[in-house]
């Protein structure tokens, strides 16, 4: 990747933002983690936690295959034990965050990104780049985290504030002076 200030700075944010998830995952038993939420119980913690992680793997996958021209984020494992096994999804998170860590030693600074996007019946190729995939990784997954917080909520489980917000608005409320409380519920 670029030896930029950005390129730093968003690689920092996703990092940071799998790191608060870990912490999340990791108070977790895996009754709460794996309960099923919605009308068609279809909905968990773990399977938006599954989801978050099946992006990074595709982002972490393009980035160390030298012979990869392509990244597609619609070709996931979908692995069903990160669904259900909290201890696994936080091992596995903890192996993205480190090879995360490492996405400066590898010389992408001249690859482009290939993105392949399914729209329809047909794929279509879109040119990107590693800081828009980063900043990409990042707001989906907030996305995902804010969807975990309801559903921890809905459980009775005690999410800080800042659970599911993204980092624009984090700086928002410091730029604002909005309080921000330890621990919502």
């Not at 790191?19 to 968990?44: M, N």
């Not at 160390?64 to 494992?77: G, I, Q, S, V």
């Not at 696994?88 to 010389?107: C, G, N, P, W």
């Not at 996007?117 to 800081?131: H, I, V």
């Amino acid at each position: 990747m670029a030896s930029t200030t950005a390129s730093n700075a968003l690689l920092s944010e996703t990092i940071d933002t799998l790191w608060q998830l870990a912490d999340f995952v990791a108070g977790l038993p895996p009754e709460q983690y794996a309960a099923p939420h919605g009308v068609d119980a279809r909905h968990s913690v773990g399977k938006h936690v599954r989801h978050v992680l099946d992006h990074y793997q595709a982002f972490l996958n393009w980035v160390e295959t030298t012979t990869a021209t392509t990244l597609d984020y619609e070709y996931r494992e979908r692995n069903p034990e990160l669904e259900q096994d909290p201890d696994k999804a936080l091992v596995h998170m903890r192996r993205l965050i480190e090879r995360l860590e490492q996405v400066d030693a590898f010389d992408t600074s001249t690859r482009l990104v290939h993105l392949r996007y399914q729209a329809g019946d047909q794929d279509w190729p879109l040119t990107s780049s590693l800081e828009r995939e980063l900043t990409f990784m990042t707001s989906h997954a907030i996305h995902h985290m804010a969807i975990i917080a309801l559903l921890a909520d809905s459980q009775g489980i005690e999410t800080p504030q800042t659970f599911g917000v993204h980092p624009s608005t984090l700086r928002h409320w410091q730029h604002t002076s909005q309080p921000v409380h330890e621990v919502r519920s």
